[in-house]
């Protein structure tokens, strides 16, 4: 086995910290499965869980949107079928953000005891949210086949989409996480902006309903949630050409998402020395 010492120094962490990151992707392992055994420690469905939260959420919006409210799916495209597409994208998303959002002052007592590049704990966080995608996406693939719905070429694009998901999870998860150390009011805030943008994505609704509406003023705000472009694209990619897509606001995503993640990057390396202090 193969060993290095670290040692403390002014400025080394500055000079080395990403082969300091590289070289500790071992821990980065083992903070993902102690997170995904903590989970579903003491739970008699395990993983299942994974699969009855989306099918459980589908079945009540289907009841609500497409049966009570009458909202229409695009056309050709079965109404449970669109909405467990972005259900599956927006979980990943919000689980995952709210875990990377969280992952600092979960982890506080190794911030405080061990040195090591705390990067490591928000990339770790994910691992939760890629269990529990994988089930929701097994549960869309049976879905789809209840429903004789067979992909196409678009499914290609599929990586690319769920690549994006997690890089705006990390954008906006970030820096929330260095708030959080500072001040745990963002805790109890972060659960109420993730149930608003529920509503305010394209999930329960087509994005179809949203371009007929014109020159509306709310309009432009909407086309500006980066999450509108991604879970578009993802359901674009999943159902083909019937699914309504805007390639602009893919565009308006990738943009804010590259640049908020450079941001969150800066400032969490920059705050991220103080942790020790605050926490």
Known sequence: MKTHEVIIQPGRSERHYWRDLWRNRELMFILSMRDVSVRYKQTALGTAWGLIRPLLTMMVMVLVFSKIAKLPPDPGIPYALMVLGGITIWTFFSTAFTQISNSVTVNANLVSKVYFPRLIMPISAIAISLVDFLVALGLFVLLAIWYKF???????????????????????????????????????????????????????????????????????????NPMVGIIDGFRWSLLGEKAYFNPESLVTSVAIVIVCLALSVYFFRKRENTFVDDI
């Open 150 to 224: 067979v992909p196409d070429w678009h499914l290609l694009f599929l990586p690319a989409f769920i690549l994006l998901a997690v890089l705006a999870a990390f954008a906006f998860g970030l820096f929330f996480a260095v708030v959080n150390v500072k001040f745990r009011d963002v805790g109890q805030l972060i659960p109420f902006l993730v149930q608003v943008g529920f509503y305010a994505c394209p999930i329960a609704y087509s994005s179809r309903l949203v371009a007929e509406k014109g020159d509306v003023w709310w309009v432009p705000f909407y086309w500006a």
